[in-house]
């Protein structure tokens, strides 16, 4: 019989023990679940901003091909304006040179 007590006594102090050593891991546990919590907060709030800095990037983008679009009767209207710009300096040139010969004709 003694032995059964002796046995005994020793899983309730073993058990007691291990309940011991759980309460304090779970009271470890509780500032480290905490931090998941607010770890796991911020991360959703991460990713939310990313979610919505994606969709005006591609927003802007959209735009940027839009004003692509734009840009193209603007440029063919440049070239032809440097085109005709051209065009009446080389009328000018002509003009001024063909005055100077007007003029230097008519003098005596």
């Known amino acids: 019989m003694d032995v059964q007590e002796e046995i005994l006594g020793i899983c309730f102090n073993e058990e007691r023990r291990v309940d011991d050593r759980l309460a304090m891991l779970n009271k470890e546990m509780k500032p480290l ?9 911020e991360i ?9 800095r994606r969709h005006s990037l591609v927003d802007l983008l959209d735009k940027q091909s839009e004003l692509k679009e734009d840009l193209k009767p603007i ?4 070239v032809k304006a440097k085109r005709v ?3 009446l300096e080389e009328m000018h040139r002509i003009a001024v040179a063909d ?3 007007l003029g230097s004709s008519t003098m005596p």
């Open 33 to 41: 679940v905490k931090r998941k919590r607010a770890l796991q907060g």
């Open 44 to 52: 959703r709030d991460d990713v939310a901003k990313l979610i919505s």
């Open 75 to 78: 440029e063919e209207n440049l």
């Open 85 to 87: 710009k051209r065009a």
């Open 99 to 101: 005055a100077g010969e």
